[in-house]
C-alpha cells in the first residue's frame, strides 16, 4: 500500500505565494504586504494568478514528502519530474529483506493468473536472497527483482511543479499506480493548504477539454467538441 | 543600504537534509529516523555529504528572502541563477517615485567625482518622471534610469544552490554589491540553521586553492602552488 | 538595431524531434526510425504532439543565436528564461567605448522629450568615460549608464523553451522591444526549420482566447466569450 | 550489449563553445569571433575556462545519443539526471516479444548462479507474455518483468552536463553497467569533439584525490593523503 506523509513545508504556504505576488506590483515592502494580506485577498490573488498563467510565485512555496510501497515502475516514472528533488533507497548498499510488491487489481481479479504472479515475484526475491548469501553484490543480485518490488523515497516539489505534475499525473488516462500516488500526495496538501490544494486536478479542468486520445467521460476530447459543433451547424 | 530578510523557510532545515540522507541507506521509516537524529547525528552527516560531494539532499530545505535596495545592475547577475525562483519588482507597471540608487564606494571616496554622481542619476530620475508626467509609459521611460536604481525582489532558493551561489558570490573577486548581498543572505541562514550557514563560504575553501587568475590572499592559486613546489624542489 | 543570427542548431531539427518521439512506441531501432520518416509523417506528428501537449520531445533539437543591440532592460527580462543557457558580454571587463542605445519609438514619436532623453542618455555615457579615464574601475563607472544601452550576448534554447518563451514573448502585451526579439529569432528558426517556426506564436494561439487582462483584438478575453455567451441566452 | 550511437548533435561543437565564450571579453561581433579561433586559440581556451571553473558557455553546444540495450536499473539512474532530455521507450504501450536482458558479470562468473538467474529471468518473461495474452494491459504485465530487462531511449545533454555526469559516473566505484554506457558515450564524444572527448574523466582526476569511502587506486583519498603528510611529518 502506498503511503504519503507530509514531513516538511513551507509555513504557510498560500500567504507566502500571494506576498511575493504582491512584491510585482506594490510599492510597499514584503513584510508589511504579507501582514496585510486578508484571506479573501489571497483568494482572490490565486484566481487571478491561475487565470491569467502567472505561475511563477506558486514556486516560493515547497512541499517535502516521504513517499513509501511504489513499485519501481512508478519511482521511475516520477523522477522524471525534473523540477524536483528526490532522495531514493539504494539497491545497491541495501539489501531488501522483505519481498514487499505491488500487485495490480488487474491480476489481482483473475483468479487463474494472481497466484503466478505472487509465485513468481516471491521466486525472484529468493533468488536475489540467495545470490546475496552466495557473495553476489547487492548492487548485481538486484537485476533479478521485479519492477513491483516497492521502494521508499523522499520528495521536494514546489507548488508551481505539483499543479504542473498533478494536471498531468491525476489524470485517469495516466498510469493507475502513479494516478493512486498523487490522489494522496493532494490529500496531504489539502490538509495544510486547502486553497492550494483545491487547485491539484487534471488538465482537463484547466483546458476546458480532454487532450488525450479517448477522453475518460468528465470532458469530451477537442476532437468531439468539433464535431458537435459541426453537427449542430 | 542592501536589506535582506528571510520571510520564510523549511522548518527544522538541517534535521530534514539529514533525514532525507539517510533514507537513501536506511531500512527504517523516515519519520523514524527524523526522531533518532541527535545533533551530534546531523554534524557528523553534513561533514559527510559534503566532504563526499553528495549534496542532493540539501534540495530538500527551501529559504525565501526578501531582498530590498540593490541595485539593477546586481538584480541582473542575481536571476542569472537558473536554480532559483525569484519574483521581481515591476519596473513596467510600476514608477519609481523615489530616486533610490547605489554609490559605489569607489565613487564616493572621490571628491571631484560623486557630486557629478549623484547630479547625473537625480537627472535622469528627474527626465524620467517628466517623461511620464507627459504621457509616456513607465515601461518605455525607464530606458533613461541608471543600473545604479535599486530594486526589490523575492528570491527561494534550497540550501544546494545556496552552497552553490555563496561559493561563487562570497569569493573577493566578485563585484562588490553581489558580495554584501550574499554576505547578508549567510547571516539570515545561520540565524536559523547555523551548522548550514557555517557551510556557506567561497569556493577556495572547499577547493584549497584559489582558482581566479589572481588571488585575494586567503588561498595562493594552483599556479602559485605547483610555483612553489617546484622551487623547493 | 536589434540583430540576431542563428550561429548554430541541431542539423535537420524536425527529424530529430519526431524520430525521438517515435522511440517511445516503436519497436524498430532510432537510426532506422529516422531513415524511415516522410516528411508527411513528420508533419502529422508534428501535429498530434503538438495537439496533445506531449511536448519533451522537442527539447531534443537546440538553437544558438547571437543576439545583438537590445537594451540591458530586455536582456534583464530574456535571462529569467531559465530554461536556456546564456553568455552575455560583460560591463565588469568591458568598457562601452560607443553611446550605443535604444530610443523606445514613444519617445522618438514627441518633438519636445526626444533630444533630452538623447543629451540625457550621452551625458550618461561622457561620465562613465570621465570616471573611467579618471580610475574608476569600469564594473563601478557602469552604474551611471542607463538601461538603454544595448549589451550583446549568445544564447541556446531547445525547441520546447522556444515553444514555450514564443508564447510569452510573442503576445503583442508584452514589452515591444522582446516582442522584436522574438519575431527575429521567429524568422532565424523558420529560416531553417519552417514546420517548427511556424508554430512559433503567441498563447492565444493555442489556448483559443486571450488570458491578459485586456486584448489585443487577435482573440476575445475569457470573460468577452462567457459575457457573449450569457448575452446570446 | 549496451549500443550508443550520436544521432545529432550542435555542428563544430568546440568552435560554438570557444565563441560563445570570447563574446564576454571581446568588443567584436560573434561571427567575427568564430571566424578568427584557431584550432590554438580553441585549445587554450578550454584550458582556461577548466581550470577556472567557468562551465556555462559549454552548454551552447548538444549532443543526442540514441542508447539501447541497458537495464531498467541503469536507465532508472540515468534519468536522475535534471539536466538532460530524454525519450524512453514505453512498457506501457508497447509489449515486449523478446527476453531481452542484462546478465551481470559477478552473476555469469558463477556457474551454479547463472542457470537460476537465465531461467528466472525467462519465466518472469514468459509470464509476462501469457499474462499479456490472457488480456492483461501490458501496463500491468510489466511488473513482473526484472529490472534486468532492456530499453532504449534517446538522450540529449549539453557538453557542460556531459563532463558533470562523466565526472560522476566514469568513476570506478560507480555502478559497473552505467560506467560502461558512459564509456560509449566519451567515445561517440570524441569521434566528433575529440577535445571536449578528452576532458570527459572521472572527477577525481579534477580534485586531484578521491573523494569515495575507498579509492579504486588512481588518486589517494583525501584522508590518506592527510595521514601520509602527517607520517612525514
Same mark, same amino acid.
Given at each position: 500500500?502506498?503511503?504519503?506523509?507530509?514531513?516538511?513545508?513551507?509555513?504557510?504556504?498560500?500567504?507566502?505565494i500571494?506576498?511575493? !505576488?504582491?512584491?510585482?506590483?506594490?510599492?510597499?515592502?514584503?513584510?508589511?504586504?504579507?501582514?496585510?494580506?486578508?484571506?479573501? !485577498?489571497?483568494?482572490r490573488?490565486?484566481?487571478?494568478?491561475?487565470?491569467?498563467?502567472?505561475?511563477? /510565485?506558486?514556486?516560493?512555496? @515547497?512541499?517535502?514528502?516521504?513517499?513509501? #510501497?511504489?513499485?519501481?515502475?512508478? @519511482?521511475h516514472? +516520477?523522477?522524471?519530474?525534473?523540477m524536483?528533488?528526490?532522495?531514493?533507497?539504494?539497491q545497491?548498499? +541495501?539489501?531488501l529483506?522483505?519481498?514487499?510488491?505491488? /500487485?495490480?487489481?488487474?491480476?489481482?481479479?483473475?483468479?487463474?493468473?494472481?497466484?503466478?504472479?505472487?509465485?513468481?515475484?516471491?521466486d525472484?526475491?529468493?533468488?536475489?536472497?540467495?545470490?546475496?548469501?552466495? #557473495?553476489?553484490?547487492?548492487?548485481?543480485?538486484?537485476?533479478?527483482?521485479?519492477s513491483?518490488?516497492?521502494?521508499?523515497?523522499?520528495?521536494?516539489?514546489?507548488?508551481?511543479?505539483?499543479?504542473? !505534475? *498533478?494536471?498531468?499525473?491525476l489524470? +485517469?488516462?495516466?498510469?493507475?499506480?502513479?494516478?493512486?500516488?498523487?490522489?494522496?500526495?493532494?490529500?496531504?496538501?489539502e490538509?495544510?493548504?486547502?486553497?492550494?490544494?483545491?487547485?491539484?486536478?487534471?488538465?482537463?479542468?484547466? +483546458?476546458?477539454?480532454?487532450?488525450?486520445?479517448?477522453? *475518460?467521460?468528465?470532458?469530451?476530447?477537442a476532437?468531439?467538441?468539433?464535431?458537435?459543433?459541426?453537427?449542430? #451547424?
Amino acid at each position: 500500500m502506498i503511503y504519503v506523509s507530509l514531513i516538511s513545508y513551507t509555513p504557510d504556504p498560500e500567504r507566502t505565494i500571494a506576498a511575493a !505576488a504582491r512584491v510585482s506590483t506594490s510599492p510597499v515592502d514584503t513584510k508589511e504586504i504579507s501582514k496585510q494580506l486578508t484571506p479573501e !485577498a489571497i483568494d482572490r490573488l490565486f484566481t487571478h494568478l491561475l487565470t491569467s498563467g502567472h505561475l511563477s /510565485t506558486f514556486e516560493h512555496a @515547497s512541499f517535502t514528502f516521504a513517499i513509501e #510501497g511504489i513499485s519501481r515502475v512508478t @519511482s521511475h516514472q +516520477l523522477v522524471r519530474h525534473r523540477m524536483a528533488s528526490f532522495t531514493q533507497q539504494s539497491q545497491r548498499y +541495501l539489501s531488501l529483506k522483505e519481498a514487499d510488491y505491488i /500487485t495490480p487489481t488487474s491480476i489481482s481479479a483473475r483468479t487463474e493468473l494472481e497466484p503466478k504472479y505472487h509465485d513468481m515475484v516471491r521466486d525472484c526475491h529468493r533468488l536475489y536472497i540467495d545470490m546475496i548469501n552466495a #557473495g553476489i553484490p547487492a548492487e548485481d543480485a538486484r537485476y533479478v527483482l521485479p519492477s513491483a518490488m516497492v521502494t521508499r523515497l523522499v520528495m521536494t516539489m514546489n507548488a508551481r511543479e505539483l499543479l504542473h !505534475a *498533478c494536471s498531468l499525473r491525476l489524470c +485517469l488516462r495516466a498510469q493507475w499506480e502513479i494516478v493512486e500516488l498523487f490522489e494522496l500526495i493532494k490529500a496531504e496538501v489539502e490538509s495544510v493548504a486547502p486553497r492550494l490544494g483545491a487547485e491539484l486536478k487534471p488538465k482537463c479542468y484547466r +483546458l476546458g477539454y480532454c487532450d488525450e486520445a479517448e477522453s *475518460c467521460g468528465i470532458f469530451p476530447t477537442a476532437k468531439e467538441i468539433a464535431d458537435e459543433k459541426e453537427r449542430k #451547424g
